[in-house]
């Protein structure tokens, strides 16, 4: 089943902060968090396991909440090279290697 | 280390054509999948190979798509007949190690438009 992304879309000034969720109604072993820019492949940014941690990518930083299913992926002080279509990719179980991805949230920055 | 390749980059065919796309993954990548992007989506699943065998096709419309991994190392997936819906970008991903949590590596694609 597919992961529920939110918000669809969000527009900041550079500098500002954001935060993009993915929820999923199945329980989940992993959730995978991918970049798209325009016209290109999907980048691949970080892996939440299960377990709650928390992980980080330059200002980029991830957290899995195991009980709601959920994760949230924050974007802090943000530059122009984040804009971007993000997509979380949720694994149902260990070993799996197989992602259902949600329907991604655009993210514009401007100067 | 070079990336995925696909080819071609873009494709234009007439509905009810055939056409057929090719991927490279990264060398020594057990695991090879093939996605459909319809625009303004996320990626869905198509097929995912592991070595040359299917793990996965469940998504995969078996009435006019179909897909081969020979020898284990590169993949075609073929479309025959096209329907207008199969407007896409047509991703190859793979990934290392089987049985683990590792990132996927994907490709350009190939955008195809059929009209």
């Known amino acids: 089943q597919q992961p529920v992304q939110s918000p669809q879309a969000v527009i900041l000034r550079e500098g500002e902060d954001a935060v993009i969720n993915c929820s999923s109604s199945?329980?989940?072993?992993?959730v995978h968090w991918y970049r798209q820019k325009h016209g290109e492949a999907p980048v691949f940014l970080m892996i939440l396991l299960k377990g709650g941690e928390q992980k980080g990518h330059e200002k980029i930083s991830a957290s899995f909440n195991e009980k709601k299913q959920q994760s949230s992926l924050y974007l802090t002080a943000s530059q122009l090279s984040y804009s971007g279509t993000y997509f979380c990719g949720t694994e149902r179980y260990q070993g799996a290697q197989k992602l259902v991805f949600g329907q991604g949230t655009r993210l514009t920055i401007n100067p | 280390e070079a990336g995925v390749a696909q080819s071609p980059r873009y494709k234009i065919i007439e509905k009810r054509q055939s056409v057929a796309f090719w991927c490279n993954p990264i060398s020594g990548h057990a695991t090879l999948y093939w996605y459909q992007q319809i625009l303004g989506q996320g990626p869905k699943l198509l097929i995912q190979?592991?070595?040359?065998?299917?793990?996965?096709d469940s998504q995969l419309p078996k009435d006019r798509f179909s897909a081969e991994r020979l020898k284990g190392v590169d993949s075609t997936l073929k479309i025959q007949p096209a329907k207008l819906e199969d407007s896409a970008v047509y991703l190859c991903?793979?990934?290392?190690?089987?049985?683990?949590?590792?990132?996927?590596?994907f490709g350009p694609g190939t955008r195809l438009t059929v009209l």
């Open positions: 991903a793979s990934s290392p190690i089987s049985g683990s949590h590792n990132e996927q590596f």
């Open positions: 199945k329980a989940l072993y992993s």
């Open positions: 190979f592991q070595n040359n065998g299917v793990v996965d």
